[in-house]
């Protein structure tokens, strides 16, 4: 059986036990699972494909694929697109997760990953044998390192990259013979600085050789329980992904697909979103400085990352008294143990209720 460390959330049940009792009940502030309605769009998507009873393709439908690429070319700046660059995935924390044992790397092999990050990029690793090393300085990199991770906004911390950053990325990763994997699942939600892709020629100078770019629905367009997402880059080591997955039965199903271009054509609904997280943003993060916390980066994404300069788990323990729900820093890796994670993703409600809590101190 393969050994993994525990699943981090389970380490939050007291503290949840704890906020619970509160009065007023629980703000759950710990997880970014997406409240708001799945729009429309989607479900409508979703029913018009759900005569499905065939099995669905590994590769995706022409439909899909070609969803895919509209929205990537058109939203990301991407150069051209062939069908060959694309593949739906199961949720992109399947591909977080796979990625390394897809690509064959073992215990000689280096899986790089943001020092202030989300926890999968490691197990990936582990879960492949290959050596899990978080680093932020492209330079530092070691010589066999075969996968690069980057995650521009970034969970937890908010922070953006800019061009110039993901350009010394992309420059050491080929250096290296590497991919270069970005993870861009929060890029429609940038507050203070414009969210780039690895696939826009400022950063790839037109070539996505070893390049691949992850992107989701599940924040985007409230379609967390979907699991729809897709990767695209480097023709080549697209199609090797598809060839494997062929064999392991990896495929989206057909409805979700249909779902998935549906979202991908409209983007109005991610607007109206985008207005929902940015009116939360303006309650919450005031009412968390008025009560002391300092919030680093936190330019992206929808969480703020806060801190008073103590233990996280102190810091949890505090929010749980005033029945909020916030998940500690040491999630997200031993330099971040003395701050928390506050995510955006709770009714505008529950948020009112946070920032009163916060207020009476």
């Not at 990259?161 to 861009?184: H, K, N, W």
């Not at 919030?295 to 909020?324: K, M, N, P, Q």
Request: aromatic share 6%.
């Amino acid at each position: 059986m393969l050994e993994l460390p525990g699943f981090p959330w389970d380490s939050l049940a007291a503290a949840k036990e704890r906020a619970a009792r509160h009065p007023g009940g629980l703000v759950d502030l710990s997880v970014g699972t997406p409240v708001d309605d799945t729009p429309d769009v989607a479900r409508a998507g979703l029913g018009a494909a759900s005569n499905a009873h065939g099995y669905p393709t590994v590769w995706g439908t022409p439909e899909c694929r070609q969803g895919i690429v509209d929205y990537v070319e058109r939203r990301w700046h991407s150069p051209s697109l062939r069908h060959e660059s694309v593949m739906p995935v199961i949720g992109t924390k399947e591909i977080v997760g796979w990625l390394p044992t897809l690509l064959g790397l073992d215990a000689h092999d280096v899986v790089a990953y943001p020092v202030e990050a989300y926890p999968t990029y490691e197990i990936g690793a582990l879960a492949s044998g290959a050596r899990p090393v978080p680093c932020d300085d492209p330079a530092e990199l070691p010589s066999n390192t075969r996968l690069i991770w980057i995650n521009s906004p970034s969970n937890p911390t908010g922070r953006i990259l800019s061009v110039d950053e993901m350009r010394a990325f992309v420059a050491r990763a080929r250096e290296l013979g590497a991919v270069l994997a970005s993870d861009e699942c929060y890029g429609e939600f940038a507050w203070d600085a414009e969210a780039v892709s690895v696939l826009d020629p400022r950063v790839s100078d037109g070539d996505l050789t070893g390049l691949l770019a992850v992107h989701s629905v599940s924040k985007r367009s409230n379609a967390a329980g979907y699991r729809a997402g897709f990767v695209v880059g480097d023709p080549e080591l697209v199609q090797g992904l598809v060839g494997i997955r062929k064999h392991l039965g990896m495929m989206v199903p057909a409805p979700i697909q249909a779902a998935l271009v549906a979202m991908l054509a409209d983007h109005d609904h991610v607007e109206a979103q985008r207005e929902r997280y940015l009116a939360r943003r303006a309650t919450l993060r005031p009412a968390l400085e008025a009560a002391g916390f300092t919030i680093d980066h936190s330019e992206g994404s929808l969480y703020l990352w806060a801190t008073r300069g103590e233990d996280c788990r102190a810091t949890v323990d505090w929010f749980a008294d005033r029945g909020i729900l916030v998940a500690p820093g040491d999630f997200y890796g031993p330099t971040s143990g003395r701050h928390v994670r506050v995510a955006l993703t709770a009714s505008d409600e529950r948020i009112a209720a946070a920032a009163t809590r916060l207020a009476a101190g």
